[in-house]
């Protein structure tokens, strides 16, 4: 059985190298190179400056029956000389089909020349053989800034304006950052100048926008846009912007109007804003700056509006005063003044006020000397300088006297110190006190150099009483003169009072006859009694004036005159009373004597004798 197995194997062993050498034998006898692949030239895409993609083809594998998968690998080889075989870029392993394989070369010097072409290896009677395609060249990119350009300005203005750019390229690499530069004085300004940041972009086309503020007016800049990356930074189109010139608003001087002692109205017009928007309208005033400017008294009104009229007051001013004033309008590209205009302040004109009720301090026969009437005022506003003051009096019936027209004028020359509520006073003195009526009109006055202002027309009257004179008190009775004076108001009653001891309690008064119109007339006391009695007169110098006869409850009086001496006595009977006379006038007033003093006795006797 051994000996079957091993002779079989021998004879498997025989065949297989009879087979091995048999074919060894064909192929060196019969080489066919349309055995070996195909391949395609390579194409060269996307050449940046340190890159580029390729793409090539298996055109055909040269498989045959005998061998199988001869292509071990593919790809491209490339360098900087002809017909490379160095620097493999591996695109794939075996393949029995063929097929289309790219790759991409990286980590190239920019701006140089590469020869490329496709490789495979095959396996032809088992000996490894590479198989490459036609060369192809391409040279890599320089290194390069991103492409920008610059747009024209926008929204100018004194001090600031808009700009825009545009990147249209990154170049080399993504740009890290664009925006603006702008310079004064640098005509292509850089970086180094002033400069916006408005970010970066790892695409193209983008847009974007920068603003420049807290320029100069009427100045000159030179702008353009940039763009940078990790080559550089690329610039646009330099562009020269002028800012606008600084134009101040315009303003009109309105009419002054309501003008007084303190205070008037200005009207003012806002015409124009000027270059800016934001800003005061007003009126400015000095009353010693001919053209007054915002450096002097100004009150203002915010406004952002043109045209817009306004009315401002003005305050705090002195009275009888030159201003002189104008509107302006002012913004921070500066001032503009309206016309101006000058006004007056009027004149603080004094006020004073009559104080009614004089005082009197009057002998009522007016011989003495010390008799006046004063009279008084008060200044309620002092105004100008005071040339003079005091009062004016008139009969009653002329009111309102003036000082060219009165009966009596009381000047006075003190000074009146303060200028408001000051009292000035005047007396009227014994030998003007005569030239007064019974009822007069006074009131004070104010002179100035600009004119007389009065107070208000008071009245007063003044009145001489009736003079009791000759009064006698004693157990005899009552007995007294009464003397009537020309401005003595008309008598209206003449009588007496009873009084008890010397309180004088009033009692139901005892009325004389009618007496209006007497003068130095003597009255007589007889007091009502129950018993019949006798009345005696005497004079000083015991001549009997007259004897009255017997009455009860009666009064007399008699036109006797008394020839010598004054009354002496009027005797009666009758248990004691005390009365005193008064005269009552027509307005009402009372007059009395003035009260003796006396005891009171019981009762007095008839203790007369004719002589």
């Not at 009969?395 to 110190?417: A, F, G, H, M």
Request: with cysteine; glycine share 8%.
């Amino acid at each position: 059985m051994k000996i079957k197995q091993a002779i079989r194997f021998i004879g498997l062993l025989g065949l297989l190298v009879c087979l091995f050498f048999s074919q060894s034998c064909r192929k060196k006898q019969d080489p066919n190179p349309s055995q070996a692949p195909t391949i395609g030239t390579t194409t060269v895409s996307n050449v940046t400056y340190n890159s580029a993609a390729l793409a090539s083809a298996i055109k055909t594998t040269g498989f045959n029956t005998a061998a199988k998968s001869p292509i071990s690998e593919y790809g491209f080889v490339y360098g900087q000389t002809d017909n490379p075989t160095d620097n493999k870029v591996k695109a794939g392993t075996a393949t029995e089909q063929p097929i289309d394989f790219t790759g991409q070369l990286t980590r190239l010097t920019p701006g140089s020349k590469y020869f490329v072409r496709s490789y495979v290896v095959y396996t032809l009677e088992n000996q490894a053989e590479t198989a490459y395609g036609e060369q192809s060249t391409f040279t890599t990119q320089n290194l390069k800034a991103p492409d920008v350009s610059t747009n024209d300005a926008t929204d100018l203005t004194t001090n600031a304006f808009s700009i825009a750019g545009k990147l249209t390229a990154l170049g080399t690499s993504d740009v890290l950052q664009t925006g603006h530069v702008l310079s004064a004085t640098n005509q292509t300004p850089t970086l180094a100048d002033t400069k916006t940041e408005t970010g970066g972009s790892n695409s193209v086309p983008k847009e974007f926008k920068s603003t420049f503020t807290n320029l100069q007016p009427n100045t000159t800049y030179y702008v353009r846009a940039y763009a940078t990356n990790t080559t550089g930074t690329g610039y646009g189109d330099v562009k020269i912007i002028k800012t606008a010139n600084v134009v101040a608003p315009t303003a009109t001087t309105g009419n002054v109007s309501n003008i007084t002692t303190s205070s008037a109205d200005v009207g003012v017009t806002r015409n124009t804003l000027g270059t800016t928007t934001n800003g005061q309208v007003g009126i400015c005033w000095s009353s010693t700056n001919q053209n007054p400017t915002i450096a002097d008294t100004k009150r203002e009104n915010g406004s952002s509006n043109a045209p817009e009229f306004f009315t401002i007051n003005l305050t705090n001013l002195n009275p009888n005063t030159t201003y002189y004033v104008r509107g302006y309008a002012t913004t921070a590209a500066g001032t503009g003044y309206g016309e101006v205009k000058s006004f007056k302040t009027n004149l603080v004109l004094p006020t004073v006020e009559t104080t009614p009720n004089p005082t009197f301090n009057t002998s009522p026969n007016l011989e003495s000397d010390e008799a006046r009437i004063t009279l008084l005022g008060t200044v309620v506003t002092k105004g100008v300088s005071i040339l003079e003051y005091g009062f004016v009096v008139q009969n009653s019936k002329q009111p309102n006297p003036t000082i060219d027209s009165y009966v009596l004028k009381v000047v006075s020359n003190s000074s009146i110190t303060s200028s408001n509520g000051a009292v000035i006073g005047g007396e009227i003195k014994k030998v003007d006190i005569e030239k007064l009526e019974v009822t007069n009109n006074f009131r004070a006055y104010i002179k100035t150099a600009d004119g007389v202002y009065y107070g208000s027309n008071q009245t007063f009257s003044y009145t001489y009483p009736p003079e009791f004179s000759s009064v006698k008190f004693d157990c005899y009775g009552t007995s007294f003169f009464v003397t009537k004076y020309s401005r003595t108001p008309q008598i209206t009653e003449i009588g007496e009072i009873e009084v008890f001891s010397t309180n004088y309690t009033l009692v139901t008064p005892l009325k004389l006859p009618n007496s209006a119109g007497y003068t130095e007339k003597q009255y007589f006391n007889i007091p009502t009694a129950d018993a019949s009695y006798s009345l005696y007169v005497f004079n000083t110098s015991g001549k009997l004036i007259s004897l009255l006869p017997s009455a009860n409850g009666k009064v007399y009086t008699t036109n006797a005159k008394i020839e010598s001496g004054s009354l002496q006595r009027v005797c009666w009977s009758y248990p004691w009373k005390l009365v005193i006379p008064y005269a009552k006038m027509a307005n009402g007033t009372v007059y009395y004597p003035n009260p003796p003093s006396i005891k009171p006795v019981e009762k007095c006797f008839i203790d007369c004798t004719v002589r």
